[in-house]
């Protein structure tokens, strides 16, 4: 098991919550409750809302206890290097004579 929801492991130890229960209040299943807690998939910002008010998390503590996921990380590492492309123009219209206008691609 990865170390990335210690603090929300150690929570649920020190109230005798299981992952079950974590289900049933969120409205999921096990198995979207295991996704999240492998690393799978991210938790949504009204899971850890939920889970904050559980655990009575301060709202600005959400961050210690949903660490962003180690892809997300390097993303920002590496954001300054980042090339934006500037979307192409849309041509200009050929008006033909008195008709109406289109586009030459």
Known sequence: M?????E???K???MGIDRQYLAERLGKS???VNARFDGSFSWTLDDMYQLAVLFQIPVEQIIDYFPPRPA???AKDLDKNLIFI?????PEPVIESGVSWRYDA
Do not use: S
């Open 72 to 74: 997300l990380r390097k």
């Open 86 to 90: 500037t979307p192409l123009k849309k």
């Open 30 to 32: 096990i198995t979207y």
């Open 12 to 14: 649920m130890v020190e």
């Open 8 to 10: 929300i492991i150690k």
């Open 2 to 6: 990865k170390k990335t929801y210690i």
